[in-house]
């Protein structure tokens, strides 16, 4: 098992900035890719920002790019995400999850259904 704990959501203003991080405890020896979701009220969880277990392949949505960075730290069992210039529509609960399948395609990995476990989320909220 794979535990999963999200942090550093909270309320902010448009073009400001927020990190956040998931922290992961467990058998993370087991896990690939790890991503990052969202969902806003009334919508569809979506696939925002995904890393491979070593850190060097990304993959982001195309709403977010240029905007937001994913990265890792292997050593402390941690996913970033760094949320620059960030607009109204970007207000969602925003989940951290991680796969232990060896898939690594863009077609597969942006997909919610690959992941095995996911956090509880952390709500980020932009204020116009």
């Known amino acids: 098992q794979v535990q999963l704990v999200e942090s550093g959501g909270g309320l902010v203003q448009a073009g400001d900035s927020l990190r956040l991080s998931c922290a992961a405890s467990g058998r993370t020896f087991s896990t690939n890719f790890m991503g990052w979701f969202r969902q806003a009220p009334g919508k569809e969880r979506e696939f925002a920002a995904t890393?491979?277990?070593?850190?060097?392949?990304?993959y982001y949505a195309d709403f977010v790019k240029g905007r937001f960075t994913i990265s890792r730290d292997n050593a402390k069992n941690t996913v970033y995400l760094q949320m620059n210039s960030l607009k109204p529509e970007d207000t969602a609960v925003y989940y951290c999850?991680?796969?232990?399948?060896?898939?690594?395609?863009?077609?597969?990995?942006?997909?919610?259904?690959?992941?095995?476990?996911w956090g509880q989320g952390t709500q980020v909220t932009v204020s116009s």
């Open positions: 999850a991680a796969t232990t399948s060896s898939w690594s395609f863009y077609s597969q990995v942006t997909k919610s259904v690959t992941y095995d476990y």
């Open positions: 890393i491979s277990g070593s850190g060097g392949r990304t």
